[in-house]
């Protein structure tokens, strides 16, 4: 009997088959085992996934070279398979590493069969089509050979797609590269096996069933978690460890300990004693403490934990908050526990990098995330390998809209026919490797007797590991997440600025802060952390509710199918629809939201309460409504999910709401503890824009912390009644900076072609030895290049030496010559906006639509006059936010922001306008718009002609 070894398309330039398709061909060919057969293992959980869905026993095997060789490993126990896990990783680092023991060593030649067996291996003979003489041969001489059958295509499109991957991993092009395969390398049935070998020699059959049932014999460690543990772990009792440091937390969060603290600790710490996660939490701890992070903010279902909060590691009372802390863990859960911690954007690179040494390179990875081809990708790469030329394919991409969407403009071209099919080919093949965004792995000991690790892609110093995250977390590591987070820098650095007038941390409650909730009311959110989306603004306004649980319902609120139900909440919420619970389980849970399901935990809840789901039944549902083949899984479960409320004599009419409702979580949601955690980040980032806005901006745009663009923000300012001041040598920072409660200067890192070594030289002398008399004096402390100085000057940073605004004769006389490119300062106000635009890519004084109203009149109107409905507007506005969707016909259509300085309004085009336009609305463009102003959903918005 044989099996199958499959190379799949995680053999980068060779492989031409995904998991599924190497599954289902090998059935096909009446295989029942199939073994993953690639250069390295960063596909096997997928084959694994694969294969057990499809009836087969998968079987753990890699390729490898060695010393210019090539051979394959089949472990045959937990040792062989750490060994080969550490040979793929030294290879992946740049060291040759030793064949792995304990392993069915496979030579794919006979002269690296004798080479291995001169080392003290005892390897066999890869006896495929190709060598198949040879192997006999072998044999004869008394070498083993073995014959699974390898899975590399299986007809002649295969073997030209096999072609087209080589020529893309080598830059080449299909005319000129030689595959590694040939038409006799193709697979072959099994029954055409069987006829082929036990005739010719029995032992290359007995040789290969032997090796067949090692391989099934071993049972590989999946599922089990596998803890970190922190640094001090080698004598400490972790639980006690851990309770200790929860008591010495109990001050830091409460001057007072509420009623319940107590037995929640103990319900915790119990549930934690019984699964062993002590190590968890305290390694979780040790990173945070070790990162020194001024501010973090630790998110997802890890916020429902007290343990999590009185480490530190969350910043939502979950008693407060009423958070459930089963969505996190609990004895039915068969997941591992999941903390999220977030740290500021430009602190997050050194975090990971304090784990790699505190824990050794040899214990941490970081996830890698497989990357799949996309269609302008799968296109360009298929054309470059056939040879079309660079600039053809720049205005091919314009016509490309997405797998689904189609390419068109291309599919009527004959020329284009077989590139167009090929590239369709890739749809679903893996392409290369990246890195997670912050998801990281630590061992207990070596991470290589668990998963291969390689460097990062463009990432010095980091490893990752070659599964993705589900596969890393089916194994059972457990994965920690250190994200970065741009708003985080942004209340860091505002509170900073503020020194004493910032509040302290212990008696800091921004969420009762009335002009903090009343600026949220009115959805002015602009900037402020998460919920300043069009959306999520609309939203708080049409509510008109500012308060902690309205934002943490609101920030849950908003997904892409949930519209429906979103206007039914409104309307409950405004009393324009009497609420009345279509059953009395529905008024139980979901109280809070008018009966609206809004979080994670709601269809759990209900999947539990309506159907008589266990805890982890229903939370079955909840993870498959998050995976990319819900469509498939889904109406299984709605199947049960109706068997269970008819048993319990609930109404159809109600199930179909509430169903309806839970396939609105499809594609992504949040649970509670998530959206409590960033709801606090929004209402620190909110009181800051109420009570001091010039700090709060000038951290949003320094950070690029934000949804928007810096001259969006700019006109936001503007409207908050702040003036905006130029970049200056003697004034400006590096960053843009409040000057007083209602300045905002322009940071020197707006200026476009000034480098930032030159120009942090120059503020580390200015700070050093004071202010500059004169630009002769500058030039003299600071050796900036003429480049530097051309850029600042023309930016407007020596206008203060220049009072007549002759920047061009400032510079000539300074630097001896004429400087290129250097214009004179404007004296007309609307040609220096013009010229700001250019140079920093913002205006100082004039909206940028106002610019363009005064250039080319025939807009009469402005943005403020939307809010009047029922009137024909034409005004010039700069687009800062966009969104195309389909309708349920599948017509295209836009949502718009336009703004100009008297306002933000929000815009529709509908289908018919947006097939008028020639090309859609685009955030930048700075444009006349035309339409009606109408009352739509409790709000005024254009509808645009």
């Known amino acids: 009997m044989t099996f199958l070894l499959a190379v799949t398309d995680f053999s980068t330039g060779e492989g031409v088959y995904p998991a599924s398709m190497a599954v289902a061909l090998a059935r096909r060919l009446g295989y029942d085992c199939v073994a993953s057969w690639d250069q390295g293992l960063h596909g096997w959980p997928r084959l694994r996934e694969e294969a057990l869905a499809a009836g087969l026993t998968p079987l753990l095997a890699s390729r490898f070279t060695w010393r210019g060789m090539d051979f394959g490993a089949l472990p045959h126990t937990d040792r062989g398979y750490a060994e080969l896990c550490r040979l793929l990783t030294d290879q992946a680092h740049g060291r040759e590493g030793d064949p792995p023991r304990d392993c069915v060593l496979l030579a794919e030649t006979l002269e690296g069969q004798e080479y291995l067996t001169r080392e003290g291996f005892a390897p066999y003979l890869l006896a495929h089509a190709r060598n198949q003489v040879e192997a006999m041969a072998g044999a004869a001489r008394g070498l083993p050979a073995a014959a699974p059958q390898v899975l590399r295509f299986r007809r002649e499109a295969g073997l030209e797609l096999h072609r087209l991957k080589r020529a893309m991993a080598l830059r080449s092009t299909v005319a000129r590269v030689e595959p590694l395969w040939e038409a006799r390398d193709a697979a072959v049935t099994r029954a055409s096996w069987e006829t082929r070998f036990p005739g010719a020699d029995p032992a290359i059959t007995r040789a290969t069933e032997g090796i067949l049932e090692k391989a099934r014999a071993w049972r590989m460690h999946w599922g089990d978690w596998v803890m970190p543990r922190p640094v001090c772990a080698r004598d400490l009792d972790l639980d006690a460890e851990l309770q200790s440091r929860l008591r010495q937390g109990i001050p830091k969060r409460y001057a007072a300990p509420p009623p319940g603290l107590e037995a929640r600790i103990e319900l915790e710490l119990e549930l934690i004693r019984r699964k062993r996660f002590a190590g968890y939490f305290l390694a979780v701890h040790d990173i945070i403490r070790e990162a020194r992070a001024t501010r ?34 609990s004895d039915a859960r068969v997941d591992p526990p999941d903390l999220d911690v977030d740290f500021a954007w430009d602190e997050r690179d050194e975090v990971i990098a304090s784990v790699f040494r505190r824990y050794g390179r040899e214990r941490v990875a970081m996830v890698s995330n497989h990357v799949y081809f996309k269609p302008k990708g799968a296109l360009r790469d298929v054309a470059l390998a056939h040879g079309r030329p660079e600039a053809e394919l720049k205005v091919l991409a314009r016509f490309i809209r997405g797998w689904d969407e189609g390419m068109k403009g291309i599919q009527d071209n004959p020329a284009w026919a077989p590139i167009l099919a090929q590239a369709e080919a890739l749809r679903g093949h893996f392409h290369q490797l990246s890195v997670h965004p912050g998801g990281t792995v630590i061992a207990p000991g070596a991470l290589w007797h668990h998963v291969p690790f390689q460097p990062a892609p463009a990432k010095e110093g980091v490893s990752i590991t070659q599964w993705d995250k589900d596969g890393v977390e089916d194994y059972g590591l457990v994965k920690i997440d250190l994200l970065g987070n741009r708003s985080l820098a942004v209340v860091r650095d505002a509170l900073g600025v503020l020194g004493d007038r910032a509040p302290a941390p212990l008696h800091w409650n921004p969420r009762l802060d009335p002009a903090t909730q009343d600026l949220l009311a009115r959805g002015d959110s602009m900037g402020v952390f998460y919920v300043e989306s069009p959306a999520t603004r609309q939203l708080q306004q049409r509510v008109g509710k500012g308060d902690f649980e309205t934002l943490v319902i609101h920030s849950s609120l908003i997904r892409p ?26 008024g139980s849970l979901l109280s809070d939201s008018f009966g609206v399901l809004v979080y994670q935990e709601d269809v759990v809840r209900v999947g539990m309460a309506m159907a008589g789901w266990s805890h982890e039944e229903a939370d079955k549902l909840r993870k498959i409504l998050g995976k990319d083949d819900c469509s498939v899984k889904l109406p299984l479960f709605e199947a049960r999910f109706r068997e269970g ?14 169903w309806d409702m839970v396939r609105t979580f499809r594609g992504y949601s949040f649970c509670k503890p998530h959206s409590a955690s960033y709801a606090q980040v929004s209402f620190e980032s909110a009181w800051l824009k109420a009570h001091h806005p010039a700090t709060f901006f000038a951290a949003v745009i320094t950070n690029q912390g934000g949804f928007y663009a810096p001259i969006a923000y700019l006109g936001d300012a503007r409207r908050h009644n702040l003036v905006v001041r130029g970049p200056d040598a003697n004034q400006s920072e590096w960053a843009f900076a409040a000057e007083g409660d209602r300045g905002l200067r322009v940071g020197l890192m707006a200026v476009k072609g000034a480098q930032r070594d030159e120009v942090e030289a120059l503020l580390e002398d200015r700070g050093r030895r ?72 913002l205006t100082l004084e004039i909206h940028p639509a106002a610019l363009q109203r005064a250039r080319h009149g025939g807009a009469p109107h402005r943005a403020a006059d939307v809010a009047r409905p029922g009137h024909q507007l034409r005004f010039w506005a700069l687009v800062v936010a966009e969104k195309t969707v389909r309708t349920e016909k599948g017509d295209l259509m836009q949502f718009v922001t336009f703004e100009d300085e008297t306002a933000l309004c929000e815009a529709v085009a509908f289908p018919d306008a947006y097939r008028k336009r020639r090309r859609p609305f685009r955030v930048g463009d700075i444009l006349p718009v035309a339409g009606k102003s109408v009352r739509q959903d409790g709000l005024v918005v254009l509808e645009v002609a």
């Open 296 to 329: 973090t903010c630790g998110r997802g279902s890890g916020a429902a934990s007290i343990v999590s909060y009185l480490l530190g590691i969350t910043n939502v009372d979950p008693i407060a908050t009423n958070l459930m802390f089963e969505r996190f863990l």
């Open 645 to 658: 409320c008819a048993g319990r004599g609930i109404p159809p009419a109600v199930v179909d709401e509430v």
């Open 561 to 586: 199918a949930a519209n429906r139900w979103i206007d039914t909440y409104v309307k409950r919420n405004r009393g324009e629809e009497t609420y009345v619970p279509s059953h009395p389980v529905l």
């Open 770 to 841: 004071g202010p500059y008399g004169s630009l002769e004096e500058l030039l003299e402390r600071v050796p900036l290049s003429v480049p530097t100085a051309e850029a600042l000057g023309s930016g407007g940073a020596f206008d203060r030496w220049a009072p007549d605004g002759d920047r061009t004769r400032l510079l000539w006389t300074r630097l001896g010559g004429i400087p290129e490119g250097v214009r004179p300062r404007p004296t007309d106000p609307f040609d220096r906006a013009a010229l700001e635009l250019e140079l920093l890519g």
